[in-house]
C-alpha cells in the first residue's frame, strides 16, 4: 500500500487523536488542527499540530487557513473532519476543498438533515424506521397544544445542538433535558428557548446498554467498505451523554438495519448510526446518524475494522478489500468520562463503586486517549475534565 498522501485532522479530541494515531502507525503524514483550547489540551506528538480558526464562527478565515495549507502539498491530501461542526464546514464548502483536498461526504441536503434533528426524525418516519415519537416547538402556543399528547417522562433537546453549544454557557448545556411532569417542561422550555430551537422527545425505557452504536464507510458507489458496532455500557454525562464505556459486539440485525437505512439514504462516506432495543415491544428505535468517526475510533482500530485507514486507501485509490468482521468482547474506555458519569450515579444511588470497578475489569480494554508513546493528550484532558468539575461546583 501507498502511504505517502498526507492526512489533515481537524479535530483534536479524542475522536481526531484516534484518527492521527490509526494513520501515524501506517507511516502517514499527518496534519492535525483544532480551535485554541481545543489544541492546547488535545495537540499530539504524532502529528504536526496547529491552531485553527472556529467552524462555526470563523468560516471564511478557516476556508483561507485551509487553502493555504492545501497549496503546500504535491497531491491533494486526504481531509479527515472529527466533529459536527467541521463537518458541516467541509460539506458547505466542498467545492472551494476539493481544489486542494480529497474527502467524501452525502449530498449537503443530507448532512444538513443529519446535523438538524428536526429533519433526522423526518428522514426516518419517512422511510418507515421505527423511532421515538418527537414534537418539534416553535412556541408556548404550540407547546400547550401538544402538552397532553406528551408522556412522561421525556426529554427536551435542541433541533441544532451545535448552533445551541455556542449560545449557551457550557456549564448549562446538556444534550438532553429529563422532564418529569408538564410544569417542569413549561419551565424547561421558558428558559432554553433563548438558546435555540427545541424539541420534545419521547423517552424510550432501558438503561445505556441497550444502546448499539453502528460505523460504517460506503464508497462513492455505495460499496460497504467497512462496517462494524459496539453497545454502550456508559455515557457521559448518565443516560444521555457520550460513550464513556463501549463494548465491541456483533448483532447482525443492528447492523441489518443500520446498512439498509443507509443505502435507501444513499449515505455515502462515513457515518454513526444509533438504535436503542426498546424492552417493551423488542424494537430497535433509531436514535441519530452523525456524518463522520466516532469517537471510539481506537476501539474500531483494536476490532480489526479501521474505518479511518479504509477511507484513506478508498479516497487514495487503492481499492480497500471490505472488513465487516470484529473482533469481539474488547471494551473501550474514556477513563475520565467514566470515572465522573459513575461519581454522578453514586450521587443519585444508581451505581456503587464496586459496581463500577466490575464494569471496567475483564478482557482487553483500549482507553480513549492513553498511549505510552504519546501520554500528554491523556493527562491534559484528564487535568481539564476535573478542573472543570471543581469550577462548576
Not at 507511516?27 to 504524532?46: L, N, S
Request: charged content about 25%.
Amino acid at each position: 500500500m501507498q502511504h505517502d498522501i498526507p492526512a489533515v485532522v481537524l479535530d483534536l479530541s479524542a475522536t481526531g487523536i484516534g484518527i492521527v494515531r490509526s494513520l501515524k502507525e501506517k507511516g502517514i503524514r499527518v496534519y492535525a488542527y483544532d480551535t485554541k483550547g481545543k489544541y492546547e489540551i488535545g495537540k499530539t506528538w504524532h502529528a504536526t499540530c496547529g491552531i485553527c480558526p472556529n467552524p462555526a464562527s470563523e468560516e471564511e478565515e478557516l476556508l483561507r487557513f485551509l487553502t493555504s495549507i492545501g497549496k503546500n502539498f504535491a497531491e491533494k491530501a486526504v481531509l479527515y473532519a472529527g466533529s459536527d461542526d467541521f463537518v458541516q464546514f467541509i460539506s458547505k464548502y466542498r467545492t472551494e476543498l476539493s481544489r486542494y483536498y480529497r474527502f467524501l461526504l452525502p449530498e449537503h441536503s443530507l448532512v444538513e438533515a443529519v446535523l438538524d434533528k428536526r429533519l433526522t426524525y423526518e428522514l426516518a418516519r419517512k422511510h418507515n424506521i421505527p423511532c421515538p415519537k418527537t414534537f418539534v416547538i416553535h412556541d408556548e402556543h404550540q407547546l400547550e397544544q401538544i402538552i397532553h399528547e406528551v408522556t412522561f417522562p421525556c426529554i427536551l433537546k435542541p433541533v441544532y445542538s451545535s448552533d445551541f453549544r455556542k449560545r449557551i454557557d457550557h456549564r448549562l448545556y446538556k444534550k438532553a433535558i429529563m422532564v418529569e411532569q408538564a410544569s417542569e417542561l413549561r419551565e424547561g422550555y421558558l428558559f432554553y428557548r433563548q438558546f435555540g430551537e427545541l424539541m420534545i422527545q419521547e423517552v424510550i425505557p432501558g438503561n445505556e446498554a441497550c444502546i448499539y452504536s453502528v460505523k460504517t464507510f460506503f464508497d462513492e458507489q455505495m460499496n460497504v467498505i467497512g462496517v462494524w458496532m459496539n453497545q454502550k455500557i456508559h455515557q457521559f454525562p448518565p443516560h444521555f451523554g457520550s460513550t464513556a464505556l463501549a463494548l465491541s459486539v456483533r448483532d447482525e440485525e443492528v447492523v441489518e438495519a443500520c446498512v439498509s437505512f443507509l443505502n435507501e439514504l444513499q449515505f455515502k462516506g462515513l457515518a454513526i448510526t444509533e438504535f436503542k432495543k426498546d424492552p417493551r415491544d423488542g424494537k430497535l428505535k433509531f436514535i441519530e446518524i452523525n456524518p463522520r468517526i466516532g469517537l471510539t475510533q481506537r476501539l474500531s482500530i483494536a476490532c480489526g475494522v479501521d474505518l479511518a485507514y479504509l477511507y484513506y486507501l478508498s479516497l487514495t485509490d487503492q481499492n480497500p478489500s471490505p472488513v465487516n468482521r470484529q473482533k469481539e468482547g474488547i471494551k473501550w474506555v474514556y477513563l475520565v468520562r467514566d470515572f465522573l458519569s459513575f461519581r454522578q450515579k453514586q450521587k443519585n444511588g444508581e451505581m456503587t463503586f464496586t459496581e463500577w470497578i466490575k464494569c471496567l475489569s475483564g478482557g482487553e480494554k483500549v482507553e480513549a486517549l492513553f498511549a505510552w508513546d504519546d501520554p500528554l493528550p491523556f493527562v491534559r484532558s484528564f487535568t481539564s475534565h476535573l478542573r472543570n468539575l471543581w469550577i462548576r461546583k
